[in-house]
């Protein structure tokens, strides 16, 4: 693939400053990019990049002034970074095509109906009774149990494993490595010390859109199922309990895990290596900080941090008195002094 | 599956209380349930949903009175929760029969034995020298290394990984994404500021009894073996170092790691996202609350919390201090000033 | 394999203390090995086990003596520590030749080349245009996507999962379930409050003798590369974000996680369930203690500990006051009585 800076420009309604038929292969980071790399200016932080950088044409906004002499191109846009997500799209749906057709050897059950237009890959597993939408791609190695059902253009990226009966929406994406409906971790203590499994009888479903990150694990409800709510996106490496209910557009970052039964609102944001308790309850549009460990329900709207987690102002605020607690142990030994005197 | 709720009532020696007639066909929770599912009441928590419940039947104690008018048919039993879990192993046994025989394409080392009770699904593999007892499953893409020895009927679930030589008991849960005996990270720092690998020549021992969470990773010892007692349970996402020993009927929630050579002992109860560290002791009903940091050898029967942990009582006590710190700072601050006069 | 006591010392250049014809078979602790291992004394905590040891041989230092007597061989040397590393490296080479060839079933994409002793196990899956250097080792039902390249000798265990364009070094170990160039975690919010995806088009990078350990995730640039450099050493379960540069000899253990953008120095040392913020840089020969969270810049040589982060002896000392805080509100309150008498 390869575009001048002038059929750039003009896809993007923008204005070429500089050399508008020089060939660009790729996108770039400022500071890394080479001569037939397009990258862009956004943050003034890296604006200092612009006099050095190597690109062959940067994106910058049309009322951005240089400060020194700029030897790349300039593309002018109105929202640098919007053109290149933009550009980044289009990018993607050229070069990142997903196959079609069914690679052998797959194992597909007998009786499950794989439209044209979906792929199955070499050494995919395709259960009995399994639902399989059109457009769905299923990667190698992945394994898509019985009863499970996948909606339309969701991709199961390569060795992604589902359950039986499992449910997954349609547009969604799960990483290489995630498990969806593994057993709940449940076991009643018996008097003799040893543990006996609850089964687990329920499922997981999840909502349209959603993105499952490589290596996550989500699991299977003891009854009910354990859902994630519509555009939802979970990062690496995070552990969804059984029963757990996540809302719809929460957002959570990797190596975060929420126990058994919680239920989390819609619209969260959640920082990387949290932990929240089981049965508490989460509102919408609660933003937690990350490694925090939440230990009890929290309402709407609330910026949380800290282990257990409190108001996240509060918890800066208590973070940097502890740094000076030897000073305050000293002042107490002073005052001690003096007040005997 | 289809049972009446006298049915039901019969097998748990209990008794109706309205329709003896209803079919019943699934399982969920209370205020979930539908009116083909049967739930149960067991914590007073949840006793407010009894009169709002769209459940076709409700397992309660025969005990319990109700404060208000009920509309769904009440099955009275001893212990509601045990008579649940007792109909959900029943249903298990039921509904999730394992399959038997070998799927194809598979591989099977020439030389090892598989009983025709025992299931090896499409794209396991299982190497030469493998011991497979009777009973056991392996789902699709799971691997069994050259020499691993599996007993009784246990379930190795689809693309769980087992390195060579590695012992598995019998009876054992291994979760999908599971990864027994990889190389414990173990480096000599050299000279020049790289490390050179020591290998790692010992095995993962797994006891009979044991299940291990999804996507969970138990390294291989330096030498000896690394192992995990009998009915011992973990979670999803765990890490166990080389050279770690865990004891019998030890519970370990979701994300929590265990460091190189350090032994943890019987009956412990180990929350989510918890670090111990390499070579200590965890003596025997050791509880540890989520997320602690286990930084020291810990004497039986102790339950402890915080990073780094100690008693959870005064930790507790400690945090509500901490959140009145900038309080504190005030104090003194006033007392200065008062001594000053 | 067995060797007899004096063979041993004569490969390493010691001398024998007892029977010079014991045939030893294997390693292990000295508080655990049978009477045909070998194992080794070189922490002097461990010293008492040499009196009680049933290990056939031991070796010690040239300088050692004995506080009582001993029964078992003692094989004398320079550094017993080293001399064993020396010998485990031997048997690990005899023992644990990797296999050469190509089993079938496996899915090589055409016009892919495979040199005479390279392993593609069965069901493992090599896309098109992917260049495998001589001796690679490719274990079943690993994912090698299209265009990416590994380099001589690299040793990818089962169930590894590499995405399209990622570039592996030479005798790089990736071990079983590591996901190497899954989309990084990047979404524009929408004004509607959902989030649409930013697609990464970049790849990960690993340079030459680079270990990742089990379960382990990089993800893939935006745009660029993730880079893991030289000899660095990853552990199992953590988490590298799109973006994140990590230099060379560096070693992180099990769990965890770095964030988009961060980059993190050579020759540093990385404790478990570690989170590092995005964004940030941290400077070379940077010892970071377990459990850590890192927010901000971290300059060269620093060691670091707490959350948020701090010099780990403040820290500690910190910790210390941290757990007297309730006797320093009872001292304010004694003072306020005293001062307001």
């Known amino acids: 693939m390869e575009f001048s800076t002038k059929q750039i420009a003009e896809m ?4 070429v400053e500089g050399n508008p ?8 980071k400022i500071e890394s990019a080479g001569p037939d790399a397009l990258t862009f200016l956004s943050n003034p932080k890296y604006a200092h990049f612009l006099y050095s950088t190597q690109a062959g044409a940067v994106l910058v906004a ?3 002034v240089p400060e020194h002499e700029v030897s790349t191109t300039l593309i ?6 919007a053109a290149l997500a933009q550009l980044m799209r289009m990018a993607d749906a050229l070069l990142n095509t997903h196959p079609c057709g069914i ?3 797959s194992f597909i059950a007998e009786g499950v109906e794989i439209a044209p237009d979906c792929y199955v890959g070499a050494f995919a597993y395709v259960g009995p009774g399994a639902h399989i939408a059109p457009g769905v791609k299923i990667y190698p190695q992945a394994y898509v149990g019985r009863g499970v059902s996948i909606g339309a253009n969701t991709i199961i990226y390569p060795g ?9 929406g349609a547009n969604c994406i799960i990483h290489a490595g995630a498990v969806i409906g593994a057993d709940g971790f449940g076991f009643a203590p018996e008097p003799d010390g040893t543990y006996s499994k609850i089964p687990q009888l329920g499922i997981v479903e999840i909502a349209d ?3 499952i990150g490589a290596n996550t694990t989500i699991d299977r409800a003891t009854m009910g199922h354990t859902s994630v709510g519509k555009g939802t996106k979970l990062d690496n490496l995070i552990q969804v309990a ?4 996540i809302g719809q557009n929460t957002v959570m970052a990797s190596q975060s895990g929420i126990a058994g039964s919680a239920k989390i609102g819609s619209n969260c944001m959640i920082g990387g290596q949290v932990g929240i308790a089981g049965h508490i309850t989460i509102g919408n549009k609660v933003n937690i900080g990350a490694q925090s460990g939440i230990h009890a329900t929290t309402p709407d709207g609330q910026t949380i941090m800290g282990y257990p987690a409190i108001n996240a102002r509060q918890w800066m605020r208590n973070s940097a008195y502890v740094n000076r607690i030897s000073e305050l142990f000293q002042r107490v030994t002073t005052l001690e002094k003096n007040c005997k005197k």
Chains 1, 2, 3 share one sequence.
């Not at 992604?160 to 997954?168: M, W």
């Not at 059984?242 to 209910?245: A, C, G, K, P, R």
């Open 12 to 15: 993007l309604g923008g204005s």
């Open 62 to 64: 049309n009322d951005f």
């Open 160 to 168: 992604a494993k589902i359950y039986h009966g499992c449910r997954i």
């Open 103 to 105: 690679e052998q050897p």
């Open 242 to 245: 059984h029963n757990v209910e």
């Open 209 to 211: 859109n959603v993105e």
């Open 21 to 28: 038929d020089l060939k660009l292969k790729n996108f770039n």
């Open 76 to 81: 002018r846009v109105e929202n640098p970074y």
